[in-house]
């Protein structure tokens, strides 16, 4: 870190054109929709972002002129710290700003952002705010990919955000398993570089001796579970997930279609067939548990999954590749292509507590009733992924890039 | 009528001008979304029109060319005749075609429909079509500024969709009668000039004396309703009418708003005082008819209205000025301002007979449980209006420019 | 009248009687659930209709000795004049008063009633409150019987209400039809003996020439709209039936099931085969309304109804038979056997003034979005119907013993 | 164990009495309605635990007489493995078999158990499931109390399930901490003596130091909170929580009402006074964490609070006794009064693993997405109780006997 210096410049310039790269392919009619309450308008992200700078960094230079007053309301996401906040459900109605007043409320935050880096005044709360924004940022681009495929999918004639070449399907070697062994294990962020403040305190953790499966479940693995009844056959799922599956009519994972005797899935290129070597995604965690138990294993938890990903070193498997979205065929590495749901319920570690003011319910306040899903995926900016990043999404979710991996 | 000649190409492109020249005061982010099930996109208006031309009369025309075959599923509003189609609930999903594509759409139907027109190969049957065509899109010209208004309404910060003088509020005369002898009358369309199916057969119905009151009930009237416990009072409400007060919480008409002890209103102008002698709009059936009873009298019948109206001559209120978009002063006409809720259940008079084909479904097949308007409104476009003119909506409706008169 | 002499005696505890004896086939456990909101508990209908001579009757004598304050909450079914009271929906958790209670609450009142009425204290007005309090009981006679007959229908293993033979299946003449001249017609109750508020005031309508088929829909003919696919042809139903067949997938009327190949329903003596002389019953408003355009004919209007019933003299078809509680094979009459759907909205007749007080509650608030039903059935008791009788409910309901005849 | 003999007969025979015990001084009514989804008639109640003996006992022996067959599908709650089933929101609808019919069911199955027993031909599985079976059916005497508990709290002239004495309010001690060390401890049942599945295996796990405080939190206390505005302070909930609280409107522990300026709470006893000394009961694990968060500490989880419960020795606080269904002043036991409240998610120990067959179903397939609670309260049948015991609820659930106990 420079204190604020030109590499931070340059690093948040960095994020910021990024997500302005994802809007590109977007028209000001593609970024107003909100298509269920859980995602979020482009034309939203892109601003609440930038709101993010403006609410925790710059409002607090009394020689700032904000931008709109009217947006620290539009913008807020959740924190009731700041305040009353337009309703979560309603987003996709704000036709105004529109996306060329977004684009202008970022030139002129991104303006102020810059000249408060250069000026050397901020001190280290506030470079921490600008490096939580940043992360917050690609966070939201990810976010901002979900919630167009899902937005896409909607309609009848499956628009392309991205054009690419079909994949060749290929090989995928047989499932085999990397043991560890038991004991006292130390998980946690270990406090150099960036991290949340859900993933500390580093501390203790028992664990049995286990083993995780040595690639990530792929379509073909998925398509035996169909062809087995897997989703027909209640003994392999939780009551939860049972009656999700009958309420919903869930027959195949999110996307899928069936479509002249083969299955197709809807990609942000567009309607696809399912590529058999490629991991299963878009699939809920109650469907990730079912075919576990039905292959005669588990999901691991998320420290059994951090301990395994901690001695595998730096490989990665596919991150945001904005000419890609989509995951590659399955390999050997732990973080990447699809993020993995594990055993664990969110909840904090021993000794976490949340951060002063707003930022403090960054986290902390959603640690009930929801599940950790670990790794990274194919629609994760590189950079952003780390082996203690703890992700969490309610049970029933499916419009994450999820899939998962085994244990026993 | 010229036989699809000169006069018809005028107004089939004045029609479709008019309709342009409103959407021009939204951006593309504007004419997206819909903020409830029964509104529409204003995008969706102007395309959904545009389709109504294509299908019922281009399409039989083995030499056309059409335009795109997926808005045929994009595009039809109710017609099961037609085929299936995009979920009424999910209009505001689907971005694309965006606004400029809709745009070509229109303009590649106007042109066809120029050159149909002038080839003079259109038979009477397809003329009748043109001209249902042409009252179809004025009716939605009205639904997009109903549309729009509740879009906008939704908004905390009340967008503008047009720029107005305040009025400068006035005096109204207080309510007079106008009687009515009773006996056998005819009601219905005469059948020269263009109606809707139905608005006939014209037949005869038995009336009791009546009178109805010589202008609309007014803001001030409301007021008056509201401080006498209008809203608290059971003893004026039907059973289902009380039981959405007690639901909703309603206290006042549509979009009013209590603000630092007065009362607004959001208009197409934006938020606005309550202008007390002009005529109160967006109340419900409910209420209309909780307020008649209130005032110790009733609702008309829509036949009562309509021979009422038919000895008033040309006299019109305030219709669609682009400009304004708003009710004048309550004065003696009654066409116009606000459409006025009527006693009467929307229901087939004696043989009636729907149109064959996909536009019989047009209107017969809604006649239950709604209730009649008679009038028109502020928005309507002028030569849209008839004093046999049959609107219909839920008893519940407030989205509508709804008002009311009494009768005893 | 006898001016509340032992006429008025008589005919008090002959109502009262044969509630109770109805009442005798259920359990305490049969009588205490509410299977939907609509229907009532059986024990609940015992003690309102107690209640309404409790109230509207005993109260006003000083001397009376209530029996217990709180039934005034626990009982009161939708009077806002008489104050707070018990949730519709959470009749059936009310266990207290249980069975006994409630017998022992009908004595109490009903010694009180025998006393006021042989002491001649009672005035013209309060007698006339014990005839209205009289039929009332006689419509929840019917209503008991409805609402349990939905109970038992809910419950997988068919409980018996009543024993009886199976029908022997006979044959039903060739519908016929029989004509009526138009011109003004007088409606209405025509003030000697009782009547609803809402049957008057007689009045004048006008009636274009029509006429009536001379017996019900019988489950025959219905069985030939459903091998026509009337219920998956959307150009026989109303916008709101159609969208409520595809809701809720009726392919049949209310309780019937496809068994081994064939239809049953489910009748107050258990599940049994359908009956093809019978009428059909236990189809909504919307259905009705489908098969008569299918049939291609219309349902008539209640006027219609009433002036076709009126010149037939005292024919009745099947009313309440304890022993039976089911219709009989379709018959000439026209009052009997099945409600009948009627093209009319439920609207207030020309200068109709509700009662002074809370029983002016009893029928004209419910005057909006309902369907009126004309003659009776086989669950109401003798002497309670009237050819002016208004019978109405909304168009989707199917609990009612509702079928239909069909007009042109 | 006595291998069927006369332990185990007497054993049997105890706990069926006291159900029938806790049932007598209901009537038929109060037995039959079922007041939400989650909550059953105690009829059912008492039908379901006699289904399960039967069912995976008695129909294992080829010559025993099945009870009645429709059984099966009306009392099975859960067992997917035993077929359809009624559903579980419809309970209240089955009048039939009613309470005398279901008394008949249980004398016959306990003959035949009893038989059975003494015939020592059951194996040490059969043997098993009737211990399984016992402590099922003391499951079901708790959720009968709550269940009727909950019932009578809907009427509105709360009905009385106990007589009993008022309590007379006296002292509690201020709270204090117990520390413990951290480091490896094992948890788990340890495999002598009854316990559920989910309470194995037993296994390690590696705690931090903590302190339990050494009393429950009590009325007291929480009226600190509710002073406090600990309501309507975003800061100590969830983000779930908060979301519940603005759309219950809870601002007081359940079945608690403000009357006469002081505090009131339905009781079984009927409606009382709050004393402020007892343990504060019918809490969500929501309000339970805002609690312990406003008080600057935090629910232990479910292993520091068996670790610290495991030093205490027997002392028990109160647990059911019949004539009083209630808490008492808040004491120094760590098992009893109410249930607690722990920080831990509902998940299924390392190497757990479901018996096999339809009990399988009885825990496993729960564990996602509800929260554990430990001890016991003052509605669990004595001998119950266990300091492995994993009691399990969603978030938002308030009709347990749930109160809590801080950890930090």
Redesign the interface.
Known sequence: MDAGGSDTVRRFLDVRSRTDALAERL???????Q?MTEASPA?WHRAHVTWFFEEFILRRDPGYTVYDE?FR??FNS?Y??VGER?PRS?R?????P??RDVTRYREHVDAAMVAALESGRLDDAALDLVELGCNHEQQHQELLLMDIKH?FS????G?VYVDREPDVPGEVAPMGWREFAGG?HEVGAVGSGFAYDNEGPR??????DFAVSDRLVTNADWLEFMADDGYRR??F??????GTVNQTGWHAPGYWREEDGGWTTFTLSGRRPVVPDEPVTHVS??EA?AYARWAGARLPTEFEWEVAAGTLGDARGRLLDPGRCHPGRAGSAMVGDVWEWT???Y??Y??FVPANGAVGEYNG?????Q?VLRGASAVTPAGHERITYRNFFP?ASRWVFSGLRLAR
């Open positions: 028209s000001p009619e593609d970024q107003t929709p298509s034309k009217t309301y539009l959740y009731e710290t337009h309603d996709g109605l704000v036709t105004r529109g996306v937005l909607t309609h009848a004639f628009p006292v501390h203790r953790v028992y664990l049995e209640h003994e799922w939780l009551s939860d997930g049972w965690f109650y548990d055993a664990s319920a909840l904090p021993p000794g306040k959603f640690m009930s009733d599940h049970a």
